[in-house]
């Protein structure tokens, strides 16, 4: 290992409260649980379906099969809540007009709210806009009272990602994924972003095997810990405000 004599630094141990570590276990088992309700709240709607169809059935006589372009069902104020469609477009009270694919949940406002389905372009800021590149992807997504998107879980076809995100009020706060092939060079990754700030913290590896971890100040420095598929280990230090960087470690 070689040591630049000038420079002191003392490294914590990974394991205690205050290591980022252990912050991130903290993130990564909170993202669990949360995905773990999502998990009992579609498992809720299945139900629900499945026993409004089985009452149906004995009520109304047995039928092995219902076609229908679409299925809209409304509170007692004759609000659109929930719209079944290969095409939701607009609706008699829904805001958007905006086309999604699935199962769309709406408040009592005509706000989306949650959409299992396929979400081509999302809310932001009040703005509707097209998701990068185009990209569609297909699963679970959540909003606010504003109908701005706020989190969402989710496989994308054309750029083979698997995705699961929560965001702040101006975009993107956490997320994780994991890239069929690579995603600018990484094939699994979790990210920390402050709000209007940038990242804060990247966990992740790479596709040549290297795994690293980054520290970031938005705007000012990030301090990097990588280690690569030879075992080489490197400790890095870059300032933004002086536009330089330097290795504290390096052990090959």
Same mark, same amino acid.
């Given at each position: 290992?070689?040591?630049?004599?000038?420079?002191?630094?003392?490294?914590?141990?990974?394991?205690?409260? /205050?290591?980022?570590?252990?912050?991130? =276990?903290? $993130?990564?088992?909170?993202?669990?649980?949360?995905?773990?309700?999502?998990?009992?709240?579609?498992?809720?709607?299945? !139900? @629900?379906?499945?026993?409004?169809?089985?009452?149906? &059935?004995? &009520?109304?006589?047995?039928?092995?099969?219902?076609? %229908? &372009? $679409?299925? #809209?069902?409304?509170?007692?104020?004759?609000?659109?809540?929930?719209?079944?469609?290969?095409?939701?477009?607009?609706?008699?009270?829904?805001?958007?007009?905006?086309?999604? /694919? +699935?199962?769309?949940?709406?408040?009592? &406002?005509?706000?989306?709210?949650?959409?299992?389905? %396929?979400?081509?372009?999302?809310?932001?800021?009040?703005?509707?806009?097209?998701?990068?590149?185009?990209?569609?992807?297909?699963?679970?997504? *959540?909003?606010?009272?504003?109908?701005?998107?706020?989190?969402? *879980?989710? @496989? @994308?076809?054309?750029?083979?990602?698997?995705? *699961?995100?929560?965001?702040?009020?101006?975009? /993107?706060?956490?997320?994780? *994924?994991?890239?069929?092939?690579?995603?600018?060079?990484?094939?699994?990754?979790? !990210?920390?972003?402050? $709000?209007?700030?940038?990242?804060? #913290?990247?966990? +992740?590896?790479?596709? /040549?095997? =290297?795994?690293?971890?980054?520290?970031?100040?938005? +705007?000012?420095?990030?301090?990097?810990?990588?280690?690569?598929?030879? %075992?080489?280990?490197?400790?890095?230090?870059?300032?933004?405000?002086? =536009?330089?960087?330097?290795?504290?470690?390096?052990?090959?």
């Amino acid at each position: 290992m070689m040591i630049k004599p000038t420079i002191q630094f003392n490294i914590k141990n990974m394991n205690s409260p /205050e290591s980022p570590t252990h912050h991130l =276990q903290k $993130e990564i088992a909170a993202l669990k649980r949360k995905s773990r309700l999502l998990q009992a709240i579609l498992l809720l709607i299945v !139900v @629900y379906l499945l026993v409004s169809g089985w009452i149906g &059935n004995r &009520n109304k006589g047995r039928f092995e099969r219902v076609t %229908a &372009n $679409e299925i #809209v069902v409304r509170d007692s104020d004759g609000h659109d809540r929930i719209i079944l469609s290969p095409q939701i477009v607009a609706s008699q009270t829904r805001l958007r007009s905006d086309t999604l /694919e +699935g199962i769309l949940i709406l408040d009592r &406002n005509g706000t989306d709210r949650v959409l299992l389905g %396929a979400t081509p372009t999302i809310q932001s800021e009040g703005t509707i806009m097209k998701r990068v590149d185009n990209s569609v992807p297909w699963g679970f997504a *959540f909003n606010d009272s504003l109908g701005n998107e706020r989190g969402g *879980f989710g @496989y @994308y076809d054309s750029r083979g990602l698997v995705s *699961f995100g929560m965001d702040n009020r101006s975009g /993107e706060g956490l997320t994780m *994924f994991v890239a069929d092939g690579n995603l600018y060079g990484q094939k699994v990754g979790l !990210v920390m972003q402050q $709000e209007n700030a940038g990242q804060a #913290v990247y966990l +992740g590896a790479s596709q /040549e095997g =290297q795994t690293m971890l980054n520290l970031d100040a938005p +705007g000012k420095g990030r301090i990097s810990l990588s280690i690569d598929s030879m %075992a080489g280990v490197s400790f890095n230090h870059y300032d933004n405000l002086k =536009q330089t960087s330097r290795m504290l470690v390096k052990q090959e």
